[in-house]
Structures are given as structure tokens and as C-alpha cells.
């Protein structure tokens, strides 16, 4: 099956800096999504993105689909606290309709 | 607005019993519905998927089954659990979109620990 190859595996920040994750995969992605998972809950959608070289932010959250359609990353800027949890990319590609590939994850630790 | 459900929260279970977990959406209809079990790793494995009533693809062998008896009800079953068993089990749905999905939106979760 496609895998995504999701990168850090594991930060540790100190409150205020950015935060870069990415995820990459041998395969051409029709959609990529973030997730945000806090421990004990489901993941929940940051952002999608569905076109070659969008870029879309939602507050202090930016993603990009590469160009090449086979990667994209996750920005996080100015972090806090509640940013703590796991990151997950997930990518749709040309196919398999209905069935996501997800990355492994990212573990962010936000130290204040 | 759509909002999905799943239940128990928990579960603790011994060997051998039976399982069934239930998973409701609200707010949609004729979604597409999945079941992924994330292990202690974090890894999202997806067990099965549905693209309509009655209608379940199994992705992984295993002793579990799935079923959808109504539009926006879908159960994850087990005869006989397994110590394997054990994990966070997750609910997903999405809309359909010209033949293919998109975004999928995940349930709360349920955690069952089989002892």
C-alpha cells in the first residue's frame, strides 16, 4: 500500500517558537489533511487542502500542498501550550477512492 | 451541523466475550463510514469502510466484522475478543464526492482494554 513518511517524529519547544512538520511519499496525493489528536480524543481536521501548491492557513496554522503533489507541511507559529498533542498527516491518492494514508504521527511537547 | 458519536468511551473486556461497538452520525446522510484502531504506536489502521447500507469492505483479517444496518449507524463486532484486540478504536465518516472521499471527521473514540 502507499505509505507517508511523516517527520520529527517527536519536538520539544519552548513556548513562542514555530513549528515545522512534513510529510512526504513516493506517490502523487490527490488531498492531504492535518489532524491535531489530543490523548484520550479522536483527531481533529486543522486543515485540508486539495489543489497542487495551495497554501492555507487557519490562524496560527499554515499548510502547503507541494507541487509535486507528493508532499506537505504543517507551520505552526508563535506555539503555546495547548498546541501540545500528535500531528498527523493523511493523504488521499489518485488510487484509492474512499481510503486515507496516514503518516505516523508527530508529537509535539510544548514546554512554557 | 454534523456531529458523530461513538460508545462506550470505554471498555474493559475479558478474553474470549463478545464486542460491540456503536458509532452514529448526525447532521448527514448517506456518509461514508470507517472503523481505524490506533495501537499504542499512534499508527491510524483502518479495519473496515462502508460506502452505503449493508454494503462493508474489510481491509485487514481479523477476527472483528462490521456492519451498517442503517444509513448513519455502523457497528464493530468480535464473537471471541483477543488480547490483540486491545487499542483506541475510532469512528470516521465523510460525504461522498464525485465517487471518491475527501475529508474524513473522526469520532470521539472508544478505548477497550481486553484482559
Known amino acids: 500500500g502507499q505509505q507517508l513518511n511523516q517527520s520529527p517524529q517527536s519536538m520539544f519547544i519552548q513556548e513562542g517558537e514555530d513549528v515545522s512538520m512534513n510529510c512526504t511519499s513516493s506517490s502523487i496525493f490527490n488531498t492531504w489533511l492535518w489532524y491535531k489528536q489530543d490523548p484520550g480524543e479522536g483527531p481533529v481536521l486543522l486543515i485540508a487542502?486539495?489543489?497542487?501548491?495551495e497554501l492555507t492557513s487557519n490562524g496560527r496554522l499554515t499548510a502547503q500542498f507541494g507541487i509535486t503533489r507528493k508532499d506537505s507541511f504543517l507551520n505552526i507559529s508563535a506555539s503555546i501550550p495547548s498546541d501540545v498533542g500528535i500531528y498527523f498527516c493523511a493523504g488521499l491518492y489518485g488510487g484509492s477512492n474512499y481510503k486515507l494514508t496516514f503518516g505516523k504521527g508527530t508529537l509535539l511537547t510544548v514546554n512554557p | 451541523s454534523q456531529t458523530i458519536h461513538q460508545w462506550p468511551a470505554t471498555l474493559v473486556q475479558p478474553v474470549g466475550s463478545p464486542l460491540s461497538l456503536e458509532c452514529t452520525v448526525e447532521g448527514t446522510s448517506n456518509p461514508n463510514l470507517y472503523w481505524y484502531r490506533q495501537a499504542a504506536g499512534r499508527g491510524l489502521q483502518l479495519l473496515f469502510y462502508s460506502v452505503g447500507i449493508g454494503q462493508i469492505s474489510s481491509e485487514v483479517p481479523q477476527n472483528l466484522s462490521a456492519s451498517r444496518p442503517q444509513d448513519r449507524q455502523f457497528i464493530l463486532s468480535s464473537k471471541k475478543l483477543l488480547l490483540s484486540d486491545s487499542g483506541f478504536y475510532l469512528c470516521a465518516w465523510s460525504l461522498k464526492r464525485q465517487g471518491s472521499t475527501d475529508t474524513q471527521y473522526f469520532g470521539p473514540g472508544t478505548r477497550l482494554t481486553v484482559l
Open positions: 487542502l486539495y489543489k497542487a501548491g
